[in-house]
């Protein structure tokens, strides 16, 4: 039997909009058409709060709400476009341009990133941030797919899936900070994974060049997507 | 646990007979300097003597002026001697009952000791901190057995919304309103509510909760269990970084002490109540202090935070309700219970009840280890209980709040110390580290070095405080080096800005406030580096020195 929740109402960008107690900001928001950019936020995954492009504003609450996160309240008066939120996001990926070794014109996913996508939608033209060039590897040992370090964002679609969907969480996280990357088990060879079922989930969710399909070619590698919320509403059924 | 029932002791030191008690300084800061040693000395001076039935030799906690150890106290004579060697062990036993040894004396008038108000403290110096009957004697868990037995949970969260106690962690969250949030909200499925100890100490210069843990850890046991009883909780996690051995060693100690004697466990006290604690020990990321971090690293998950709302008082370990305070707030709990709530209140300012710690280090006479009421100025602090600024240099700052917070100028010297007044001036109150610079320190490269420790200890998990503080990080290097423009002046001001509004947590929301604060205060200072490429305090080595005029 399905939960009993309550239907609140808010505002958002002035515009009343209904949503359930259970939705996110990001849900209501989406139902009615207003979009805000996200990068780590992808449905039918658990949502972490953590690339900040979803960052709104909620009039009464000092701090900026990442939309992702924060579910609904009556009477909420949310803004989703303000000039401030705008700098911000361009800055977010500015920096995030800036930390890895980003160069479109040779990349796998060219004209199929979402990195790429929405710099174009928000309007960076250019990087004022000093490229880091950090020398990262490239993990070719898996018999189907690559890891490129140097176009990952750590947005951890990967891990989530991997973990949520899947059930093998093969990846994770290590080291803190800007020394952070995605490994496969306890930081070996990909190919070597014993816990990965070659499922090439985590390949389909990166939004960016970072997990390609071998033997695709520059802006060869687009990514299938649509069977992400199929699997998660199958399970939702079955719970 | 030898003795039986010997814990009146008011006469006699250690309620063992002895009329003398040589209390020898054995936390961190005075060991380091040599006090087992000291500690050993005296043992034989007593021995070879024959004062075995008079005088006792006890290992204590912080004595406070760290910078003159080792210390040594003699007990209820009010003399403590400083810079302690074992070769002036003879002389100090000689001594005892007669005049005191002047060549090592403190100055007990000064008013490094005059000027304090323990209540936290109250006991560090004094007793043993791996005996519990040392603690009972000095009224340890006379308050855990009032709250048990006179006060309902009800009565003890009303003592500290009386008290007007709040977070001692930093942000100042007042501790009354979230025991009673604790104390309302439903346990979890399986009926679990958590307290857990935040003693995840890791600003640059800070060892308070160090210094109350390796000497006073029943104090800090005994406040959990009362929170305990507050919120309806029966399990207490104590996490504390692993970089305190001797901490964790002392906490073990009591813990297994107070299991055996009855205040922690099953039916404490004969009464219903039970509460256990258990320590988990942090893995050396500064991250973990923050407590959704703290949380996912306890249930044994990688430690980064979490968006909050759901905060940890509904959702928190495990998802049960968690009551998260810092050591120095539990600290002030069983004196405020034994008191009530009032008797605490009566101290400090309208807003900030109490006392604080401060761990006073940097470019002062004095450093180690103060309390004083909260309200007292900055220049009380520093040229009072500190002693100023030596070897004649000219104070320049005070920095407080660690990475968090902020450098203070001179012209805000005289600005009472509370939660409120700090971050007015660009500052916080922190967890109580206090470190002076004089006119030799470079502000700039003190911004950079905790920009540094900021980048260091990012998580990574959002993009602003993994990217952004490495970028302001570069930036103010390039500045100390002299090859900035104005330009990255205004790049660094637009960063700043921007990690602070849309990090995830804490740490990234509050990196930039070193350099906010320098350049609120010392703007000349970025642009003498920037435009002439010279560092007025000398600190920083330009690359392109050039030779400018005047």
């Known amino acids: 039997m399905a939960k009993q929740v309550q239907v609140k109402t808010l505002k958002i960008n002035g515009v009343d909009v209904g949503g359930r107690g259970d939705q996110t900001i990001l849900q209501v928001a989406r139902e009615h058409d207003i979009e805000m950019p996200t990068l780590c936020h992808i449905e039918g995954l658990s949502d972490v709060g953590a690339c900040r492009l979803c960052l709104v504003e909620v009039k009464g609450i000092n701090k900026l709400i990442p939309s992702c996160t924060t579910l609904v309240e009556e009477g909420m008066e949310v803004t989703t476009n303000s000039e401030r939120l705008a700098k911000y996001r361009k800055m977010v990926l500015e ?4 930390e890895r070794n980003h160069i479109c014109s040779v990349c796998v996913s060219n004209g199929h990133c979402d990195l790429q996508d929405l710099a174009r939608l928000l309007g960076v033209t250019h990087v004022r941030y000093p490229y880091r060039y950090p020398r990262l590897s490239v ?36 080291g803190r900070g800007i020394e952070a990357k995605v490994i ?11 816990t990965c079922t070659s ?10 060049g970072a997990l390609s399909e071998k033997g695709k070619s520059v802006a060869e590698m687009s990514k299938r997507r649509q069977f992400l919320p199929y699997l998660t509403t199958m399970r939702e059924e079955r719970e | 646990m030898s003795s039986e029932g010997s814990v009146e002791g008011a006469a006699d030191p250690g309620g063992d007979g002895k009329t003398h008690s040589l209390n020898v300084c054995v936390a961190a800061g005075c060991l380091s300097s040599g006090s087992e040693k000291v500690k050993v000395a005296l043992e034989d001076a007593v021995k070879s003597h ?7 030799v006890k290992g204590v906690g912080c ?3 760290c910078s003159k150890g080792p210390l040594v106290s003699v007990e209820k004579e009010n003399v403590v001697y400083q810079d302690v060697e074992p070769g002036d062990a003879a002389e100090i036993v000689e001594s005892l009952g007669k005049e005191a040894v002047t060549r090592l004396k403190c100055d007990m008038e000064s008013p490094f000791f005059t000027r304090q108000t323990k209540i936290v403290l109250e006991n560090c110096g004094i007793i043993d901190p791996e005996r519990i009957e040392d603690y009972l004697a000095a009224d340890g868990y006379e308050a855990l057995s009032k709250a048990l037995t006179q006060l309902t949970p009800h009565d003890v969260v009303d003592q500290i919304s009386k008290s007007g106690l709040r977070g ?30 935040n003693a995840d100490e890791g600003d640059p210069g800070a060892f308070m909760d160090r210094s109350v843990l390796e000497s006073d850890p029943f104090r800090v046991l005994e406040g959990m269990a009362i929170a305990g009883y507050a919120t309806g909780a029966s399990q207490g996690y104590i996490y504390v970084r692993a970089e305190y051995p001797l901490a964790v060693k002392r906490l073990r100690t009591a813990i297994r002490q107070a299991e055996k004697s009855g205040y922690l466990g099953a039916n404490i006290l004969d009464t219903t109540f039970s509460f256990r604690i258990d320590i988990r020990l942090g893995a050396g990321a500064f991250v973990c202090g923050e407590e959704t971090a703290l949380i996912a690293s306890i249930e044994g998950k990688r430690g980064t935070p979490r968006p909050r709302p759901p905060y940890p008082a509904e959702h928190g370990l495990w998802g049960a309700p968690t009551l998260i305070n810092n050591v120095e707030t539990y600290a002030n709990v069983p004196a405020i219970i034994r008191h009530g709530g009032e008797w605490f209140a009566s101290r400090g300012t309208e807003k900030s009840k109490g006392t604080k710690v401060f761990a006073l280090a940097g470019r002062v006479r004095n450093t180690g280890l103060i309390e004083v009421p909260i309200g007292i100025t900055l220049r009380e602090v520093v040229f009072d209980i500190g002693g100023g600024v030596p070897d004649g240099k000219k104070f320049k700052a005070v920095q407080t709040g660690g990475p968090s917070g902020g450098c203070i100028p001179a012209e805000h010297l005289d600005m009472p110390v509370d939660y409120e007044t700090l971050s007015r001036v660009g500052s916080m109150m922190g967890s109580g580290g206090m470190i002076v610079a004089d006119e030799t320190s470079c502000m700039v490269d003190v911004a950079k070095f905790f920009m540094e420790f900021c980048m260091s200890e990012s998580c990574g998990k959002c993009i602003p405080c993994r990217v952004g503080t490495a970028q302001m990080y570069d930036l103010l290097c390039k500045i100390t080096s002299g090859q900035a423009s104005m330009q990255d002046l205004d790049l660094l001001i637009e960063l700043c800005d921007m990690v602070k509004s849309t990090s995830l947590c804490g740490l990234g929301q509050s990196a930039p406030n070193p350099v906010l604060s320098t350049l609120r205060y010392f703007r000349s200072e970025y642009e003498e580096h920037i435009l002439n490429k010279r560092c007025p305090a000398g600190v920083c080595k330009m690359s392109n020195e050039v030779v400018h005029n005047g």
């Not at chain 1, 920096?95 to 800036?98: D, G, I, N, Q, V």
């Not at chain 1, 499922?199 to 960016?208: E, F, I, S």
């Not at chain 2, 024959?50 to 006792?56: P, Q, T, V």
Request: net charge neutral.
């Open chain 2, 50 to 56: 024959g004062l075995e039935h008079e005088c006792k």
């Open chain 2, 63 to 65: 004595l406070g002026l």
């Open chain 1, 95 to 98: 920096l995030l341009f800036a």
């Open chain 1, 184 to 194: 496969t088990d306890l930081n070996q060879p990909w190919g070597s994974s014993e």
């Open chain 1, 199 to 208: 499922c090439g989930k985590c390949v389909q969710v990166c939004p960016t």
């Open chain 2, 168 to 197: 001692r962690g930093g942000a100042g969250y007042p501790t009354g309103l979230k025991w009673s949030t604790i104390a309302k909200s439903v346990p979890d499925s399986t009926g679990r509510k958590f307290v857990i100890c």
């Open chain 1, 139 to 174: 993990d070719a040992s898996h018999q189907r797919f690559v890891l490129d370090q140097n176009r990952c964002i750590l947005c951890t679609r990967c891990v989530r899936v991997c973990d949520e969907i899947e059930g093998a969480h093969t990846w994770d996280v290590m």
